[in-house]
């Protein structure tokens, strides 16, 4: 099992640009999760997803958009790129769970570098 | 809503020693979970430790534990016989047991620990 994986690992942008976030994970997990990562801040929920076809805003949706059309992928979009989008982006997945079941840990993707001049 | 603090910035120690990190929180819920998890520089978010907050018992993962102090709302992180590989932000997030996906992870802002030679 690769587990979670995010592609690109890095990039770079130019501010008004427009680019997406790939996450994939193979453990059939319905639950997908975006975070962003700055300095000081710890990680903050972008959006997440219940399921397949369902999205939800997180703590910081603002200019952030996804979409999960099949179960194992949940793409994160950027339309319009701002400095204030600098940051590392994390995809998280887990089970729905039962009382104290290890599925409930969340399992990240190792982190997509994004620096937007 | 629920906080995660962690008052300590930045730690040290020997190689060889012991090491506890802090967290405290704040919550109304009486049934959760809480995590440490490991940042290293590769950025990859590793899972170290899991509590439920219904057992009494301080969960152990080999040279990992933690103390859970439920009506102080603490759980802070041991590490013994630190090792070079322990360098790494660690993370202490908090969970609430009901609700399904809308379960999101909270975190708190990290304690970078640089484990010395």
């Known amino acids: 099992n690769a587990g979670v994986t995010q592609t690109p690992k890095f990039r770079v942008l130019k501010t008004g640009q427009s680019m997406t976030l790939l996450c994939a994970q193979d453990?059939?997990?319905?639950?997908m999760y975006w975070y962003r990562q700055d300095p000081g801040m710890g990680l903050r929920l972008i959006h997440y997803?219940?399921?397949?076809?369902?999205?939800a805003k997180g703590e910081v949706p603002d200019g952030y958009n996804v979409s999960r059309l099949k179960k194992q992928n949940f793409l994160l979009g950027l339309e319009s790129a701002a400095p204030s989008q600098t940051s590392v982006y994390f995809c998280?997945?887990?089970?729905?769970?039962?009382?104290?079941?290890?599925?409930?840990?969340?399992?990240f993707g190792p982190g997509t570098r994004l620096l937007v001049l | 809503a629920q906080t995660v603090t962690q008052s300590q910035p930045e730690m040290s120690v020997q190689e060889a020693e012991t090491v506890t990190l802090s967290c405290t929180y704040d919550t109304s819920e009486n049934n959760y979970y809480l995590f440490w998890y490991k940042q290293p520089p590769s950025r990859q978010m590793i899972l170290v430790i899991r509590?439920?907050?219904?057992?009494?018992q301080n969960a152990t993962e080999n040279r990992f534990s933690v103390n859970f102090q439920k009506a102080a709302k603490s759980f802070s992180l041991k590490i013994s016989d630190s090792q070079l590989g322990d360098t790494a932000m660690y993370f202490c997030a908090f969970m609430k047991h009901y609700g399904g996906a809308t379960n999101k992870l909270i975190f708190g802002t990290g304690t970078l620990l640089a484990v010395q030679p």
């Open positions: 997803s219940v399921g397949e076809g369902t999205t």
């Open positions: 998280a997945s887990r089970s729905p769970g039962s009382c104290g079941g290890a599925e409930e840990t969340q399992y």
């Open positions: 453990m059939n997990h319905e639950y």
């Open positions: 509590q439920e907050a219904y057992k009494q």
